[in-house]
């Protein structure tokens, strides 16, 4: 058998439904690879040893039990171990958000994504760094350090996700968990190589997710492979009673069809004028562009449109989340949640710890997202930023009348140096300037890899799809992995020690 951590979700079903492979020896082998790699990756914030291999064990012996009597019904997900985002809470686990003023903070529930998948069999490695409070698009913004891109050590995973896409990158875990408020599970996707799924918003339960921008927050995943990503989103989708956005349609299961010669025939897949922008590099158009050429060998229709408020999500985004930040990170006063900080009288306290224990890049949000809201800005600010929302959700409303699909680049540019963009945050929110509208139209988004810069640096591809569609993504992106192989390379860990 090839190397453990090597193997994808469904490898790794296979090899145990086979009895040629044990949980308890999955796991041991994904942690000793992390105590291996974390000083030179920084992916993990927190490690569950002792705990995940204790839930290896329970799974082996259900395992064993299924053997004796295979007319048990399993769990889909029993025994394989994933890392989880340090901001959905993991009961018994410390929830830190990549915040100073969350130190210390252990919730007594589960979030209802890891709740669920718990119950399918998986077990929780440990919490993976993120920007702080998930604002970012480079995990340099945590508290507790950088995380580094597998690919080439002195340079940013993406964000704000990248602890968990680099677990998946550096095979530190085959399925790890993400959020995207603005493309914060396929920006690292494209950065480092790995396939990730945004959903629908309302497909998947934000409960036990800490909030950020309520009306733009999803819980997504990442793999390396787009049938494992679709597993382990078949088991967290779905209405729960704990958030009202979520929706009460059915969730399609979906099923790897075999390959066959052009199995997408028909498909129409649209491709946007306005996200081939000027400054775009060069090679991410031309990667994306062959990925395009590869689409129509398996029989899609490629299609020109327009989404003509594209440039305004920018803008828009950066109104509307620190609106929502600066309502949501109210409540960390210091006196119900993490750390507090010495100090007089009430008021003391409260902006002693938020003025000590907040991050400059959360600062700068809520002061942006306060002022949005302020008395006299709020109609000429917030309420302006909604309205042209709605154009935009109409824009992918009218192109889906034409195409079943859109395709586009995720970001512009391939992994960056760390610090690169430090004193110049326009250029790092112009990172997610491809990813933006998907979250404020809602809709479901499939990031996946589809080729190299010349530094060797991985370039990602997106597919969006309508709202709760899903299945279309899986199926086109299912049907180009079959093909290609970018999704298989894996990085040799570049400027590493160890």
Not at 169 to 184: I, Y
Request: hydrophobic share 45%.
């Amino acid at each position: 058998m090839t190397d453990l951590t090597d193997l994808t979700l469904a490898e790794i079903l296979t090899a145990m439904r086979a009895g040629a492979l044990t949980s308890l020896e999955l796991t041991r082998a994904c942690l000793e690879r992390a105590e291996r790699l974390e000083p030179a990756l920084h992916a993990f914030l927190y490690l569950a040893a002792e705990q995940a291999l204790d839930k290896a064990a329970q799974a082996d012996r259900q395992w064993a039990a299924w053997r004796l009597d295979p007319r048990q019904t399993l769990p889909p997900l029993l025994g394989v171990p994933l890392a989880v985002k340090d901001v959905l809470c993991v009961q018994g686990m410390p929830c830190t958000c990549g915040s100073r003023i969350l130190e210390g903070f252990i919730p007594p529930y589960h979030a209802t994504a890891v709740e669920r998948l718990l119950a399918a069999g998986a077990i929780v490695l440990g919490k993976t760094n993120t920007d702080e409070f998930a604002m970012g698009s480079s995990t340099e913004h945590s508290a507790f350090g950088v995380t580094h891109n597998p690919w080439d050590l002195e340079r940013v995973p993406g964000g704000s996700s990248g602890g968990s896409a680099v677990t998946v990158a550096a095979r530190l875990a085959s399925v790890a968990l993400g959020t995207d408020t603005g493309g914060s599970v396929r920006h690292p996707a494209s950065f480092t190589g790995v396939t990730a799924i945004k959903p629908t918003y309302g497909r998947v339960s934000r409960f036990g997710l800490v909030a950020f921008g309520s009306s733009l927050d999803v819980v997504g995943a990442f793999a390396r492979k787009v049938e494992d990503a679709a597993a382990v989103y078949q088991v967290m989708a779905g209405a729960d009673e704990r958030d009202a956005t979520t929706s009460n349609l059915a969730v399609q299961l979906f099923e790897p069809a075999p390959a066959a010669h052009k199995p997408l025939a028909g498909l129409r897949l649209g491709v946007p004028d306005e996200y081939f922008i000027t400054g775009i590099q060069p090679e991410v158009e031309a990667a994306v562009r062959a990925a395009l050429s590869v689409f129509e060998q398996l029989g899609v229709i490629i299609q020109p449109i327009s989404l003509p408020h594209t440039s305004y999500a920018l803008p828009v985004y950066y109104i509307i989340a620190p609106a929502e930040a600066s309502a949501n990170l109210a409540r960390y006063d210091g006196v119900r949640y993490g750390r507090r900080a010495a100090g007089g009288n009430m008021w003391d306290v409260f902006r002693r710890t938020r003025g000590e224990k907040f991050g400059p890049e959360v600062k700068r949000r809520i002061m942006l997202g306060t002022y949005a809201l302020s008395a006299g800005y709020y109609d000429a600010y917030y309420g302006q930023a909604q309205k042209v929302r709605t154009l935009i959700r109409r824009d992918f409303i009218s192109a889906f009348e034409q195409v079943d699909l859109i395709a586009a680049p995720v970001t512009p540019t391939t992994a960056f140096r760390i610090g690169e963009h430090a004193d110049d945050p326009l250029a790092m929110y112009l990172e997610d300037i491809f990813t933006l509208p998907a979250n404020l139209a809602g809709i479901p988004a499939l990031a996946f890899p589809v080729g190299f810069d010349q530094q060797g640096l991985p370039v990602g591809m997106q597919l969006m799809a309508p709202h709760f569609e899903e299945q279309r993504l899986f199926h086109a992106g299912c049907a180009y992995q079959q093909v290609t192989g970018w999704h298989q390379a894996s990085p040799s860990l570049q400027g590493s020690k160890i």
